[in-house]
């Protein structure tokens, strides 16, 4: 009895024990030695010195915030219940690439001590707006506004305002992003240092841009941050791979900082930014015949002044050079300005007349920078953090036409973030950019990836997309993206897309994807879509008829044909599929079967596709559906109908000799009576020529 008596009496200073460190957790413990027992006197002693060291760092005239994080998370590891230490390290992560990891400190902080700092809830608002958690953001923000003193309202509030305009457009944009996916170009590009600033030559074969790396010329570091001197590097394309970047030495780079701003079109000529004396200035490096650098040279004073020139950018047939300068006189912050000049002598000097600010429509009161004008000229890219921005710089587009720039146009998410976006260049024909952006499973620091526009719609070599109903009936298995198909010929054609659900836009991995030589009418490739993006990559030999069948259990069977004409050099298409899921009533259009011309006979290249259906209905016992058949509008009524409804027959003959049961299949033909193109062309006529089926039951 006594030793039941003595272990209830455990059990309950146990749960005290408990109960009480559970309370003591919630509240704000100071690092002071009567709130630790004196076995921790040593331990408090050492993470008190690590909280002055790292607030050495972030104290600093140059604040060094990424050095204070490592101090401070050795303090937090004695005591994480302390509300600035809390602050200090959300504060420091919001300053650093690693952004997001603020929220869970600054959250902490405020829990502890809602007054640890007067700046706590815009830290936080800032944190969840760059987390793009925008409706938490935009409540933060009304916080804290409504925590400040008229004062410091007066001072604030425009400011804060626009943070919450900035929370209101993400919200927007994130509802509609544009379609796009990105390629890291991998380890012989990127480091474990930060890449940043990338500009490419018309080939896309040709890449420089800017690196703090440890090989940079000098091998110093700058006393003020600690990190490695900004350097140029150089790294070019060899069979479709990205050699090992190197950097070019003197004279194109120097002992201090050396940053890329600008390429010429032609490759010849180099921008480059140097930021050690006169305010920041723009020097012209030239490529010799030997392929060598001239020693940079400083833009004239119509470029240069005492004030900041940060970024340039040579129009495409280098009549003009467009800059980035605070001097006085512009807009406000940083303005975009142009110089017109010409090419003189038998030395090629540029001559730069007077520079002209851009004007109203591009140009804000706050920062515009990152100029880029496109090799057609005429597209100018820039980064503002004025016009409608999710937050920080996002990147615009504006077009010179009729002798006047477009209200520029946000290039919409997710190529803009809630973060700076900056310093993209663009491909030769738009489809590509070029861009630098932390990714936590990347190489290290900022990577530099290349983006994919897809762009709104399809290009028009396409047909919309139509889908038919299968199953598959064998497992699919969790893989990584599968490797590029290679299909051998001289002259390929590169097919790339995602394959996302129609309605929820969100990816679908591990689908299986069927192309066909409908000519030949054999499977050519196979393959099954990234497991976790829904991302796929083939190579086709140019000049042939193809059948593409993407299937997905649960999902209508998806059909696309592509024709890729005959090519002299490689091309890319770029092609998206949109699975719907099984509904009884859907219309779905068969796009690779064919009958000769005004005829109801199957023609050899149908083969494939019908053979699929066969399978579909095979694997689906319990599926009936409806063949039909459509035209366009050319020719009478009867004539019409009588031959949709051969159309329609001739495929259910083709099913019923393939073992289909009859009583699974009926026919139809609608003749022009369900258009769904405009009969007015001869685009629309030939959309309207079509065999469908529906679903009747499944």
């Not at 490759?267 to 050690?276: D, F, N, Q, R, T």
């Not at 005429?378 to 477009?406: A, C, R």
């Not at 009936?624 to 109908?641: A, C, K, L, P, W």
């Amino acid at each position: 009895m006594e030793k039941r008596i003595h272990n209830s009496y455990k059990i309950l200073l146990f749960l005290f024990v408990v109960i009480y460190f559970q309370g003591m957790s919630q509240e704000n413990i100071p690092f002071d030695k009567d709130f630790f027992p004196p076995e921790k006197k040593d331990a408090l002693k050492a993470a008190i010195k690590e909280i002055k060291e790292g607030d050495d760092y972030f104290q600093d005239d140059i604040p060094r915030y990424s050095l204070a994080i490592e101090h401070y998370l050795n303090a937090y590891d004695f005591n994480p219940n302390n509300a600035l230490l809390n602050y200090k390290i959300g504060k420091c992560y919001l300053k650093t690439i690693q952004k997001t990891k603020s929220i869970s400190y600054l959250e902490q902080a405020q829990t502890l001590d809602s007054k640890a700092h007067s700046d706590i809830l815009y830290l936080l608002a800032r944190g969840y707006h760059l987390n793009l958690d925008l409706k938490k953001a935009i409540i933060t923000y009304k916080d804290y506004r409504g925590s400040l003193s008229p004062n410091e309202l007066t001072k604030k509030g425009d400011h804060i305002d626009k943070k919450i305009a900035e929370c209101n457009v993400a919200i927007e944009m994130v509802k509609e992003p544009v379609r796009i996916f990105t390629d890291n170009l991998g380890p012989k590009v990127n480091s474990k240092y930060p890449e940043y600033g990338p500009y490419i030559n018309a080939e896309e074969t040709v890449i420089m841009f800017t690196s703090a790396r440890e090989n940079t010329t000098g091998g110093k570091t700058d006393p003020a941050d600690l990190k490695f001197y900004e350097d140029i590097y150089i790294s070019k394309k060899e069979t479709d791979v990205w050699r090992e970047a190197e950097n070019p030495g003197h004279p194109l780079n120097t002992t201090s900082h050396d940053a890329i701003v600008g390429v010429s079109p032609d490759g010849k000529h180099a921008l480059i930014y140097k930021g050690e004396d006169n305010g920041g200035d723009i020097f012209e490096c030239r490529i010799k015949e030997d392929g060598s650098w001239q020693s940079p040279k400083r833009l004239p004073k119509e470029i240069n002044t005492k004030y900041h020139e940060s970024s340039a950018s040579f129009s495409n047939d280098m009549s003009a050079l467009y800059f980035v300068s605070d001097k006085p006189g512009g807009f406000g912050g940083k303005d975009i300005y142009v110089a017109q000049l010409s090419l003189k002598g038998s030395k090629e000097k540029l001559d730069y007349d007077d520079a002209i600010n851009l004007g109203a429509v591009i140009n804000t009161p706050y920062d515009e920078n990152g100029v880029y004008m496109d090799v057609e000229g005429k597209v100018l890219y820039f980064s503002s953090k004025g016009h409608s921005t999710m937050g920080g710089y996002d990147i615009f587009k504006s077009e010179y036409k009729d002798g006047k720039w477009s209200i520029p146009e946000n290039l919409g998410y997710p190529i803009n973030s809630a973060d700076d976006d900056l310093f993209f260049s663009f491909s030769r024909d738009g489809r590509h950019a070029y861009y630098s952006t932390y990714d936590p499973n990347g190489y290290g620091d900022r990577d530099l990836f290349m983006i994919t526009l897809l762009g709104p719609e399809k290009p028009v070599l396409f047909s919309d997309d139509y889908d038919y109903l299968a199953y598959i009936t064998v497992p699919i298995q969790e893989d990584a993206m599968h490797d590029k198909v290679e299909i051998k010929d001289n002259l390929i054609t590169i097919v790339r897309g995602k394959i996302m659900d129609a309605i929820t836009l969100s990816p679908l991995g591990g689908v299986i994807v069927e192309i066909y030589d409908n000519e030949l009418g054999r499977m050519v490739a196979s393959f099954e879509s990234n497991s976790r993006t829904g991302e796929y990559m083939v190579s086709l030999n140019s000049g042939k008829n193809y059948g593409f069948a993407v299937k997905a259990k649960e999902y209508m069977f998806h059909s696309e044909n592509l024709v890729i004409p005959p090519a002299t050099t490689v091309q890319e298409i770029y092609l998206d599929f949109l699975l719907n899921k099984v509904q009884v009533g859907s219309k779905i259009i068969l796009k690779n079967i064919f009958f000769d011309f005004d005829k109801a006979t199957l023609r050899k290249e149908s083969a494939a596709e019908l053979d699929r259906l066969v399978k579909m209905l095979r694997d689906v016992p319990t599926l009936t559906i409806e063949i039909s058949g459509h035209t366009d509008n050319v020719g009478s009524d009867e004539y019409n109908t009588k031959l949709s409804k051969d159309r329609a027959k001739a495929v259910v003959d083709y099913l019923i000799v393939q073992g289909i049961e009859e009583n699974r299949l009926t026919y139809a033909g609608y003749g022009e009576s369900q258009p769904i193109a405009d009969n007015d062309a001869e685009e629309g006529r030939q959309e309207n020529r079509r065999t469908e089926f529906k679903v009747l039951s499944k």
